[in-house]
Nanobody
Framework: QVQLVESGGGLVQAGGSLRLSCAAS????????MGWFRQAPGKEREFVAV????????YYADSVKGRFTISRDNAKNTVYLQMNSLKPEDTAVYYC???????????????WGQGTQVTVSS
């Protein structure tokens, strides 16, 4: 059974940084592309970033490009999301997810973590 467990969320002031981690069970990172999504209260879940398992290429939502960096450590079965220059509008529950495709839509993802809260104060 595949399990994804996020950690690293918290409260940070605007302009600050956080690094989220997503620990995956098994060898999922060797065959699945990994993405990060977020969901703010009253809003739909939205794509943040995705990284390919095969060549490490990555793609970002325009809203986070240049501020967030996704990376993976296959040996540790862990995916990271480094978030810099955080803004209040980045406040959301952040989820990691696994997909067989390098996708930007949530429906393409097969496995999801439970989420970690990120709150950015102004």
């Amino acid at each position: 059974q595949v399990q994804l467990v996020e950690s690293g969320g918290g409260l940070v002031q605007a302009g600050g940084s956080l690094r989220l981690s997503c620990a995956a069970s098994g060898r999922i990172l060797r065959t699945y592309h990994m993405g990060w999504f977020r969901q703010a209260p009253g809003k739909e879940r939205e794509f943040v970033a995705v990284i390919s398992w095969s060549d490490g290429s990555s793609y970002y939502a325009d809203s986070v490009k240049g501020r967030f960096t996704i990376s993976r450590d296959n040996a540790k079965n862990t995916v990271y999301l480094q978030m810099n220059s955080l803004k209040p509008e980045d406040t959301a529950v952040y989820y990691c997810a696994a997909s067989k495709a390098v996708a930007v839509v949530a429906v393409a993802y097969d496995y999801w973590g439970q989420g970690t809260q990120v709150t950015v104060s102004s």
